[in-house]
Nanobody, 123 residues
Framework: QVQLAESGGGVVQAGGSLRLSCAAS????????MGWFRRPPGKEREFVAQ????????YYADSVKGRFTISRDNAKNMVYLQMNSLEPEDTAVYYC????????????????WGQGTQVTVSS
């Protein structure tokens, strides 16, 4: 059973930064791509970023490109999302997820999900 646990969410003012972390409890972590999604209040879940298993390729939603950076540490079974220049529109529950497919922005291609961490950006 794969377990993913996000942390690092919180309340931040517009223009500020947060770093989300996702810890994975699996021996095959380095064999899978990892992604971040978010669900804004009252809206559908949306793709944020993905990183390939090796960490050499990354993909971003247009809305976060240039502001967010996804990274991973396969030795620690961790994936991160550095979020800079945060905007109120970034307010959402953020989820990390695992996928055997890369690149992909489609939620149905991710097989394990964390419980999510709340990010609130105040104006």
């Amino acid at each position: 059973q794969v377990q993913l646990a996000e942390s690092g969410g919180g309340v931040v003012q517009a223009g500020g930064s947060l770093r989300l972390s996702c810890a994975a409890s699996t021996r095959t972590f380095s064999s899978y791509a990892m992604g971040w999604f978010r669900r804004p209040p009252g809206k559908e879940r949306e793709f944020v970023a993905q990183i390939r298993w090796s960490g050499d390729l990354t993909y971003y939603a247009d809305s976060v490109k240039g502001r967010f950076t996804i990274s991973r540490d396969n030795a620690k079974n961790m994936v991160y999302l550095q979020m800079n220049s945060l905007e109120p529109e970034d307010t959402a529950v953020y989820y990390c997820a695992r996928s055997p497919t890369s690149p992909t922005t489609q939620a149905y291609e991710y097989d394990y999900w964390g419980q999510g961490t709340q990010v609130t950006v105040s104006s």
